[in-house]
């Protein structure tokens, strides 16, 4: 079974332009989770999705970032334009509801590493 | 604000000790306690996770310990060894509500194990 599926794996960009990051979640999720890994800032949230529906966007950090779903098996977080403090790790991750006992587990994908210069 | 607290920020050990990473928090309504395991150049995986009706939880040399009253879990490694080092990521969430499905990470323990 495929896991988390992420593109670009590394993306190199000069200041200004436009970022596209993509993610195919596990087949049968229904929670899609865009975070930021940085050395200062830990793991942040960014937005999160439930059936295709934003949650919570409150941890996108400004207009320049936009995240979108259109179908179950699709996302998008964009950065436009970008900037070199944009440069982190973004990771996409998803969950489906297993019940109390089960667990919450997520499943992160392996990463789109961005460098903006 | 910091939903999690966790610590030590890093932490070596030698091959054969104990790793102890420290985690607290706040919502007492949370009700899963998940560590998550991260490799460079990986993305983080569920190592071991913990319900609050349990104080302790071991699956293999990994251990979390569960304190409800003092608002703290922790992980525990024994006989570390090289290929543990890794960075680790305690986490709660609550399975209900407005935040239901969200994680809540500390950190992060960056473990490093010499040999």
């Known amino acids: 079974d495929a896991g988390v599926i992420q593109s670009p794996r590394h993306e190199v960009t000069e200041m200004g332009q436009e970022v596209t990051l993509r993610c195919k979640p596990i087949s049968g999720h229904d929670y899609l989770f865009w975070y930021r890994q940085t050395m200062m800032r830990g793991l942040e949230l960014l937005i999160y999705f439930n059936n295709n529906v934003p949650i919570d966007d409150s941890g996108m950090p400004e207009d320049r970032f936009s995240a979108k779903m259109p179908n179950a098996s699709f996302s998008t977080l964009k950065i436009q334009p970008s900037e070199p403090r944009d440069s982190a790790v973004y990771f996409c991750?998803?969950?489906?509801?297993?019940?109390?006992?089960?667990?919450?587990?997520?499943?992160f994908g392996e990463g789109s590493w961005l460098t903006v210069v | 604000q910091q939903q999690v607290k966790q610590s030590p920020q890093s932490l070596i050990v030698q091959k054969g000790g104990i790793s102890i990473i420290n985690c607290a928090y706040e919502n007492t309504a949370f009700d899963y306690f998940p560590w998550y395991q991260q490799f460079p150049g990986k993305g983080p995986a569920l190592l071991i996770a913990?319900?609050?009706?349990?104080s302790e939880k071991k699956e293999g040399r990994f251990t979390i310990s569960f304190n409800k009253s003092a608002k703290q879990f922790s992980l525990h490694i024994m006989d570390s060894q090289p290929g543990d080092s890794a960075t680790y990521f305690c986490?709660?969430?609550?399975?209900?509500?407005?935040?239901?499905?969200?994680?809540?990470f500390g950190r992060g323990t960056q473990l490093t194990v010499w040999p």
């Open positions: 986490a709660a969430s609550l399975d209900r509500g407005s935040t239901l499905g969200r994680l809540y």
């Open positions: 991750a998803s969950r489906t509801l297993q019940g109390w006992k089960t667990g919450n587990t997520i499943y």
């Open positions: 913990i319900r609050p009706d349990v």
